[in-house]
């Protein structure tokens, strides 16, 4: 091979980081840059300009992906909690809880973040609201500002580890495709598959534990810096124990039966993300009616006992029942699906009559703003996904495939080394680019060569286990400075007291435990594959 294609690759790569750092749009930088090293390809003879005729079916194969309809429907199920006061209800039973503690305002927020994480997977919501709402009562109760920023950003970042997540729900789909391109590169024509759900199953034990190292944080930093995270004062924790945990119980209510419905449902193989997503979507909507509506009624209770009773039944259900038993579960799931629909429609029209906003500062309802976040959160993502699949189709005609293929190969140190230097570059490009850029632009390129290599003699790498390291690494982006999401979410609501600065100081402790996370894996594979081979035996 000659050095001009390894030279365009090289400059073709370096210019879409450039110009994604000055801040141009992210799908036209893809797409642009692309196409324009494509004609200088052409121009120097080493691509061929047919190969762009496939750029349309591509397209076709994105918009008819079955995993990636799941997309919006979190987004909308993110949102519509978002909007619907569930954070807010969650935060306050926690701090009662914990409040009196040292430290206990900010392992409040871990857990609220943690709950919201297996709800929703949103982090700009997370982060926005827990900013809103945690970080002033923290800087009152005289809380070290750089620790609350960080407990704040790192909490809302769980979201992108722990299912359901977008992030999981794309780097699935990626991994999917990279994995089937493998095995066909080593001749294995009737290829295993590896699914959105198997990532899902592998992420949540890493994620727990991820959990657990930030509270174990909290709880040491509170018990060597008593001055930097005291405990809250009585008028703050003035409810007895038994009212607290009854307010705690029923603002758990709702959450944990979402988790169940959509999550719960993914792991015990009942249903698809996408299909998940869709009840959970159905499911925020029947929570919006019943947190925004002033009585709370049971009708909303009540169907979403109906919901959870309908996916049991699903499991359970069996053609060949007797007779009699299969009548009487018909006519059941017949008189739950009328309820959840009664539920549904009640959800609809009190999000439809509640506003987000003030009405006199331009408030429009709640269902009309989450249905526009919704379109716009998922326009981006998909733009985006179509600018990075025309780099990769550009990318690989010039040979860039072939090439980083080799590099890998050959590098001392073999498969360590390969792993190594694709976290690392992960996790540099996370201090500058978005993890959708990451994804798009890295995984396609280097997991179907990883997916072949050995991490031991006569052993593949294992696809969950490669999916989960990058989702966990891809979660640094977020916290990493000088572009982090989640800094800006929080630099945009925090008060002027905080400087960006506190902001930064306080998640580098978060990126270490992260990092930790990360060896954690590498050590300790079983981690991530250890679920997944429980549940669907893979």
């Given at each position: 091979?000659?050095?001009?294609?390894?030279?365009?690759?090289?400059?073709?790569?370096?210019?879409?980081?450039?110009?994604?750092?000055?801040?141009?749009?992210?799908?036209?930088?893809?797409?642009?840059?692309?196409?324009?090293?494509?004609f200088l390809g052409?121009?120097?003879?080493?691509?061929?300009?047919?190969?762009?005729?496939?750029?349309?079916?591509?397209?076709?194969?994105?918009?008819?992906?079955?995993?990636?309809?799941?997309?919006?429907?979190?987004?909308?199920?993110?949102?519509?909690?978002?909007?619907?006061?569930?954070?807010?209800?969650?935060?306050?039973?926690?701090?009662?809880?914990?409040?009196?503690?040292?430290?206990?305002?900010?392992?409040?927020?871990?857990?609220?973040?943690?709950?919201?994480?297996?709800?929703?997977?949103?982090?700009?919501?997370?982060?926005?609201?827990?900013?809103?709402?945690?970080?002033?009562?923290?800087?009152?109760?005289?809380?070290?500002?750089?620790?609350?920023?960080?407990?704040?950003?790192?909490?809302?970042?769980?979201?992108?580890?722990?299912?359901?997540?977008?992030?999981?729900?794309?780097?699935?789909?990626?991994?999917?495709?990279?994995?089937?391109?493998?095995?066909?590169?080593?001749?294995?024509?009737?290829?295993?598959?590896?699914?959105?759900?198997?990532?899902?199953?592998?992420?949540?034990?890493?994620?727990?534990?991820?959990?657990?190292?930030?509270?174990?944080?909290?709880?040491?930093?509170?018990?060597?810096?008593?001055?930097?995270?005291?405990?809250?004062?009585?008028?703050e924790v003035e409810?007895?124990?038994?009212?607290?945990?009854?307010?705690?119980?029923?603002?758990?209510?709702?959450?944990?039966?979402?988790?169940?419905?959509?999550?719960?449902?993914?792991?015990?193989?009942?249903?698809?993300?996408?299909?998940?997503?869709?009840?959970?979507?159905?499911?925020?909507?029947?929570?919006?009616?019943?947190?925004?509506?002033?009585?709370?009624?049971?009708?909303?209770?009540?169907?979403?006992?109906?919901?959870?009773?309908?996916?049991?039944?699903?499991?359970?259900?069996?053609?060949?029942?007797?007779?009699?038993?299969?009548?009487?579960?018909?006519?059941?799931?017949?008189?739950?699906?009328?309820?959840?629909?009664?539920?549904?429609?009640?959800?609809?029209?009190?999000?439809?009559?509640?506003?987000?906003?003030?009405?006199?500062?331009?408030?429009?309802?709640?269902?009309?703003?989450?249905?526009?976040?919704?379109?716009?959160?998922?326009?981006?993502?998909?733009?985006?996904?179509?600018?990075?699949?025309?780099?990769?189709?550009?990318?690989?005609?010039?040979?860039?495939?072939?090439?980083?293929?080799?590099?890998?190969?050959?590098?001392?140190?073999?498969?360590?080394?390969?792993?190594?230097?694709?976290?690392?570059?992960?996790?540099?490009?996370?201090?500058?680019?978005?993890?959708?850029?990451?994804?798009?632009?890295?995984?396609?390129?280097?997991?179907?060569?990883?997916?072949?290599?050995?991490?031991?003699?006569?052993?593949?790498?294992?696809?969950?286990?490669?999916?989960?390291?990058?989702?966990?690494?891809?979660?640094?982006?977020?916290?990493?400075?000088?572009?982090?999401?989640?800094?800006?979410?929080?630099?945009?609501?925090?008060?002027?007291?905080?400087?960006?600065?506190?902001?930064?100081?306080?998640?580098?402790?978060?990126?270490?435990?992260?990092?930790?996370?990360?060896?954690?894996?590498?050590l300790a594979p079983?981690?991530?594959?250890?679920?997944?081979?429980?549940?669907?035996?893979?």
């Amino acid at each position: 091979m000659s050095n001009l294609p390894i030279l365009l690759c090289i400059l073709m790569f370096a210019s879409v980081c450039g110009v994604l750092i000055l801040g141009f749009p992210v799908a036209f930088t893809l797409a642009g840059i692309a196409t324009l090293f494509a004609f200088l390809g052409a121009l120097f003879g080493v691509f061929d300009l047919g190969l762009l005729l496939a750029f349309p079916q591509r397209i076709f194969a994105v918009m008819s992906s079955e995993v990636l309809v799941a997309v919006p429907l979190f987004v909308f199920l993110g949102v519509m909690l978002e909007r619907s006061k569930v954070a807010e209800d969650l935060l306050g039973a926690m701090s009662l809880i914990f409040g009196a503690r040292p430290g206990g305002l900010a392992i409040s927020v871990t857990l609220v973040g943690m709950l919201l994480a297996a709800s929703t997977g949103i982090v700009g919501a997370t982060v926005v609201t827990m900013g809103l709402l945690a970080l002033p009562t923290m800087l009152n109760a005289s809380y070290n500002r750089a620790f609350s920023c960080g407990t704040i950003c790192a909490a809302g970042t769980l979201g992108q580890i722990i299912p359901p997540s977008i992030v999981l729900v794309i780097l699935g789909d990626q991994i999917s495709i990279a994995y089937q391109n493998a095995q066909y590169t080593k001749g294995i024509f009737a290829p295993d598959t590896v699914s959105v759900n198997d990532l899902f199953a592998g992420a949540l034990i890493p994620g727990l534990v991820l959990v657990l190292l930030y509270l174990a944080y909290q709880a040491a930093y509170a018990l060597l810096n008593p001055a930097g995270a005291p405990a809250a004062t009585a008028v703050e924790v003035e409810m007895d124990t038994a009212t607290s945990l009854r307010r705690l119980v029923g603002s758990l209510f709702a959450p944990l039966l979402l988790i169940v419905a959509v999550l719960g449902s993914i792991l015990a193989g009942i249903a698809s993300p996408t299909e998940a997503a869709a009840v959970g979507a159905v499911g925020a909507l029947m929570l919006a009616g019943y947190r925004l509506s002033a009585s709370r009624g049971a009708a909303i209770t009540l169907a979403a006992l109906c919901l959870v009773f309908l996916l049991v039944l699903t499991v359970f259900f069996d053609l060949r029942m007797q007779r009699d038993v299969l009548e009487l579960s018909n006519q059941a799931a017949f008189a739950c699906a009328v309820l959840l629909a009664v539920g549904l429609i009640y959800g609809i029209w009190i999000s439809l009559r509640r506003t987000y906003g003030a009405r006199d500062e331009g408030g429009v309802p709640v269902l009309v703003s989450v249905m526009r976040s919704t379109l716009q959160i998922s326009a981006m993502i998909f733009v985006i996904l179509i600018g990075a699949t025309m780099f990769s189709l550009v990318f690989r005609g010039l040979g860039g495939d072939r090439i980083i293929e080799e590099f890998l190969q050959t590098l001392p140190g073999g498969t360590l080394a390969a792993v190594l230097l694709v976290m690392t570059v992960m996790f540099v490009m996370g201090f500058f680019l978005d993890f959708l850029e990451i994804v798009f632009i890295v995984v396609p390129i280097v997991a179907p060569i990883m997916l072949q290599m050995e991490i031991a003699p006569g052993e593949l790498m294992h696809p969950v286990w490669l999916g989960v390291m990058m989702g966990i690494n891809i979660q640094t982006s977020f916290l990493t400075p000088p572009f982090g999401f989640a800094l800006f979410y929080l630099r945009g609501v925090a008060p002027d007291a905080i400087g960006t600065s506190d902001i930064y100081k306080g998640v580098v402790p978060f990126i270490g435990l992260q990092l930790c996370v990360l060896v954690a894996l590498w050590l300790a594979p079983e981690l991530a594959t250890w679920l997944p081979t429980m549940l669907y035996g893979r």
